[in-house]
């Protein structure tokens, strides 16, 4: 079955840097590869999705994704983080379009002044 | 257009006790899914359907939790004898699989459970 792995469970980064979260994923397919973010008592907003064709993807407010088949992973980044993004990030994997994701434990981002 | 609506937003209950969850999906799609998401983890599938049919429940307790879509439209996931255990984030999620590759999921703001 398919999984994902989110190694790090707390990112903190400075207004204005770099950010990359990271998201392995295990599947005997091809995946279908998403991110999300998860603001305070809300539901989970998507950022971006990878189906197939070039392996960075471009998503929602700077980010944007890589697919890596031989590293067998989908890293979210964003070149300039802003204090809006502090959030809980989840990665997710599906076989299809029509079966259900399976989610990451998620990684928290904090970003400080 | 709405988003998928659940009610009630937050719950409190006692060990034993009984709790219903209602989800009206975004209108159109067929097909919808259930969700716990404990405390500090990632969302777990508990169940889902496309219209009324059941399409995997596996990770459904069944001896307490049930869930149905009689008119694969609205949807209501049930508790029977809670536990602390199941003190968790329920969130409620939906898309359109006629859509095909470009099939988006789509969730709600959730109910959060606490068994006390």
């Known amino acids: 079955a398919q999984s994902v792995t989110q190694p790090d469970a707390r990112v903190t980064v400075s207004e204005g840097a770099s950010l990359q979260l990271r998201c392995k994923y295990s599947?005997?397919?091809?995946?279908?590869l998403f991110w999300y973010v998860q603001y305070p008592r809300q539901g989970l907003q998507l950022l971006l999705k990878y189906y197939s064709g070039d392996p960075v993807v471009q998503g929602v407010n700077g980010f944007e994704a890589e697919f890596s088949k031989s590293n067998s992973s989908f890293h979210l980044r964003k070149a300039s983080v802003h204090w809006s993004d502090s959030a809980v990030y989840f990665c997710a994997v599906s076989i299809n379009s029509g079966t259900y994701q399976r989610f990451g434990t998620g990684t928290k981002l904090q970003v400080v002044p | 257009e709405a988003g998928v609506t659940q009610s009630p937003r937050y719950a409190v209950l006692q060990e034993g006790q009984a709790v219903s969850f209602w989800c009206d999906p975004i209108?159109?799609?067929?097909?919808l899914y259930w969700y716990q998401q404990p405390r500090d983890q990632g969302p777990q599938l508990l169940v889902y359907f496309r219209d009324e049919a059941v399409i995997d429940n596996s990770q459904l307790p069944s001896d307490r939790f049930s869930a149905v879509r009689p008119k694969g439209t609205n949807s209501t996931l049930k508790i029977q004898s809670a536990k602390q255990g199941d003190t968790a984030t329920y969130l409620c999620a939906s898309s359109s699989d006629r859509e095909g590759a470009n099939t988006e999921v789509f969730f709600g703001k959730g109910t959060r459970l606490t068994v006390v």
């Open positions: 599947s005997s397919v091809t995946p279908y």
């Open positions: 209108s159109g799609h067929d097909t």
